[in-house]
Nanobody, 115 residues
C-alpha cells in the first residue's frame, strides 16, 4: 500500500504562484510514475502533470509553460510549482502514484484562484 499526502493548497489571486507537495509513504519502492490531477466543481477529474521514475514529464496543454512538476533526488516528495494562476485553475488537486499496475490517490488539496 502507498499513502499519499498533499499539501500547499490555498486561496490566491490571479497571477499568483503556489507550490503543491505530495509525500508518499508506505510501500514506495517500485512507484513507476507520480502525477497531479485536478477536479473542478461539476467537472471530471483531469490530468495536470506527471513525472516518471526516470524523470520524464508530461503536462496538460492548459498548464504548459505555467506549471512545473518535479521531485527531489529520492523521488519523494513530488512538487507542482504553479505560476501565473488563473481562476480556471480553481480545483481540488490530487496526487496519484502508479505502482505495479495499481493506482493510489491522495485526499486532495483545494486551490482557489480569485479574479
Amino acid at each position: 500500500q502507498v499513502q499519499l499526502a498533499e499539501s500547499g493548497g490555498g486561496l490566491v489571486q490571479a497571477g499568483a504562484s503556489l507550490r503543491l507537495s505530495c509525500a508518499a509513504s508506505g510501500s514506495v519502492f517500485g512507484i513507476l510514475r507520480m502525477g497531479w490531477y485536478r477536479q473542478a466543481p461539476g467537472k471530471q477529474r483531469e490530468l495536470v502533470a506527471t513525472i516518471t521514475s526516470g524523470g520524464t514529464t508530461n503536462y496538460a496543454d492548459s498548464v504548459k509553460g505555467r506549471f512545473t512538476i518535479s521531485r527531489d533526488n529520492a523521488k519523494n516528495p513530488v512538487y507542482l510549482q504553479m505560476n501565473s494562476l488563473k481562476p480556471e485553475d480553481t480545483a481540488v488537486y490530487y496526487c496519484k502514484a502508479e505502482r505495479f499496475g495499481m493506482d493510489y490517490w491522495g485526499k486532495g488539496t483545494l486551490v482557489t484562484v480569485s479574479s
